[in-house]
T-cell receptor, first 115, second 115 residues
Framework: DSGVTQTPKHLITATGQRVTLRCSPR?????VYWYQQSLDQGLQFLIQ???????AKGNILERFSAQQFPDLHSELNLSSLELGDSALYFC??????????????FGEGSRLTVL | AQSVTQLGSHVSVSEGALVLLRCNYS??????LFWYVQYPNQGLQLLLK??????LVKGINGFEAEFKKSETSFHLTKPSAHMSDAAEYFC?????????????FGKGTHLIIQP
């Protein structure tokens, strides 16, 4: 158990819909990272938050957005969903503000299926 | 831009045999390099990381990796494979400079252990 909690574990929805994925980081971790894992693209870094502020942005689509709340949990919002958005979405947390200096602890992921 | 290439999407070894998983990196600045393991239906877990302190890095579960700058490689090895090592292994790189700071992962190598 990494200590990172993601909900829901599975989600099935239709094209054009909007979903919210939630992540609770390990106790005390200030950084939250979001990754998308798909068969064709592999693991893609989406975005990082540190103590409520956006720290780094990767390959995140404009239809996607995220935020980190004062209690440090984070939400990833995916809108106008397309079939290609079907993937496993991972959240990871770290005590460090930089992925290079800290260990990332991953949740078990939220599997999104868009029909 | 930084990147990693993992040679071989699938590697099969016999139980007790040497495990060798290959990773080559590309980075314009001195890199931080990582190996993560993903067991079925779980999130990623850090095996080991290189942060320039020593070229031979020892990790958990008997794994180690050697940083070779001349070959731009960071291959993962284990002297004797165990059935419990069957999993997906990911090599990752992080920019040690001031760039965007999410880890960049390779496509992964699925390790199969034959009894």
């Amino acid at each position: 158990d990494s200590g990172v909690t993601q909900t829901p574990k599975h989600l099935i929805t239709a094209t054009g819909q909007r979903v919210t994925l939630r992540c609770s980081p390990r106790s005390g971790d200030l950084s939250v990272y979001w990754y998308q894992q798909s068969l064709d693209q592999g693991l893609q870094f989406l975005i990082q938050y540190y103590n409520g502020e956006e720290r780094a942005k990767g390959n995140i689509l404009e239809r996607f957005s995220a935020q980190q709340f004062p209690d440090l949990h984070s939400e990833l919002n995916l809108s106008s969903l397309e079939l290609g958005d079907s993937a496993l979405y991972f959240c990871a947390s770290s005590s460090s503000g930089r992925a290079s200096t800290g260990e990332l602890f991953f949740g078990e992921g939220s599997r999104l299926t868009v029909l | 831009a930084q990147s990693v290439t993992q040679l071989g999407s699938h590697v099969s070894v016999s139980e007790g045999a040497l495990v060798l998983l290959r990773c080559n990196y590309s980075s314009s600045v001195p890199p931080y390099l990582f190996w993560y393991v993903q067991y079925p239906n779980q999130g990623l877990q850090l095996l080991l990381k290189y942060t320039s302190a020593a070229t031979l890095v020892k990790g958990i579960n008997g794994f180690e990796a050697e940083f070779k700058k001349s070959e731009t490689s960071f291959h993962l090895t284990k002297p004797s494979a165990h059935m419990s090592d069957a999993a997906e292994y990911f090599c990752a790189v992080s920019d040690s400079g001031g760039g965007a700071d999410g880890l960049t992962f390779g496509k992964g190598t699925h390790l199969i252990i034959q009894p």
